[in-house]
């Protein structure tokens, strides 16, 4: 059996990185006592997978990880195991108990949702982002492993809103293609020729898809 298990990185902890956020979380599953299942050899670790790594500086509301364990249990009852061995700005939120058999969380990631709360919005930026979205194409620079190399990020924009100071992205998140914040971010404000502003850019939510809809990925 496996929990997927979802959980938030508040914004106090953002600046910690993917694997010492790996590790926070295997040494509060060891505390919590839970019948987890480990790998076979010499080093015996937990099997313990995230569906999408946060960058440095980024919260996260509702982020996933896929915890291996031994036997059968309750979504319940694994949380009130395991959260009391976390720490306050990493709670979790829920667990689902899925069989082996079910996708990993990584393999059925499509896209993710991120607001960008900004502490100045330029003027007529409402505007300015309709204009950006009514583009066919939008060039930008992206850094590959292989360098820098250009390429097209507007197929991969499913959304982009703006409500008051803060901007809500839909940006595809998966093997295939993935758009990083930052970089529509850079794109946007280059377009609108204004400075890019302080702001705090969190990830909201995870996304599938199911019935060829977006969905939350926690539900499929």
């Given at each position: 059996?496996?929990?997927?298990?979802?959980?938030?990185?508040?914004?106090?902890?953002?600046?910690?990185?993917?694997?010492?956020?790996?590790?926070?979380?295997?040494?509060?599953?060891?505390?919590?006592?839970?019948?987890?299942?480990?790998?076979?050899?010499?080093?015996?670790?937990?099997?313990?997978?995230?569906?999408?790594?946060?960058?440095?500086?980024?919260?996260?509301?509702?982020?996933?990880?896929?915890?291996?364990?031994?036997?059968?249990?309750?979504g319940e009852?694994?949380?009130?195991?395991?959260?009391?061995?976390?720490?306050?700005?990493?709670?979790?939120?829920?667990?689902?108990?899925?069989?082996?058999?079910?996708?990993?969380?990584?393999?059925?990631?499509?896209?993710?949702?991120?607001?960008?709360?900004?502490?100045?919005?330029?003027?007529?930026?409402?505007?300015?982002?309709?204009?950006?979205?009514?583009?066919?194409?939008?060039?930008?620079?992206?850094?590959?492993?292989?360098?820098?190399?250009?390429?097209?990020?507007?197929?991969?924009?499913?959304?982009?809103?703006?409500?008051?100071?803060?901007?809500?992205?839909?940006?595809?998140?998966?093997?295939?293609?993935?758009?990083?914040?930052?970089?529509?971010?850079?794109?946007?404000?280059?377009?609108?020729?204004?400075?890019?502003?302080?702001?705090?850019?969190?990830?909201?939510?995870?996304?599938?898809?199911?019935?060829?809809?977006?969905?939350?990925?926690e539900s499929?």
């Open positions: 059996m496996k929990m997927i298990v979802v959980f938030e990185k508040a914004p106090r902890l953002r600046h910690i990185g993917h694997l010492d956020l790996m590790r926070a979380m295997q040494r509060a599953l060891r505390r919590s006592g839970l019948p987890l299942r480990y790998s076979q050899g010499f080093n015996p670790h937990i099997l313990l997978t995230f569906a999408a790594p946060l960058s440095v500086g980024m919260p996260g509301k509702r982020e996933i990880m896929e915890v291996p364990i031994e036997g059968e249990m309750t009852a694994f949380l009130q195991k395991l959260s009391p061995a976390l720490p306050p700005d990493l709670p979790a939120l829920s667990a689902t108990p899925v069989d082996d058999r079910h996708p990993a969380p990584m393999a059925q990631l499509t896209a993710a949702i991120y607001q960008a709360d900004m502490e100045t919005v330029p003027d007529n930026f409402a505007e300015t982002v309709e204009r950006f979205l009514s583009q066919k194409e939008i060039p930008a620079i992206r850094k590959t492993k292989t360098g820098m190399k250009p390429c097209d990020i507007r197929p991969m924009i499913y959304g982009l809103t703006l409500n008051g100071n803060s901007l809500t992205m839909v940006l595809a998140l998966c093997e295939k293609a993935t758009c990083k914040p930052d970089l529509l971010l850079s794109s946007l404000f280059e377009f609108a020729g204004a400075e890019r502003p302080r702001m705090l850019i969190t990830r909201t939510q995870l996304l599938g898809e199911k019935d060829g809809m977006m969905a939350p990925l499929l």
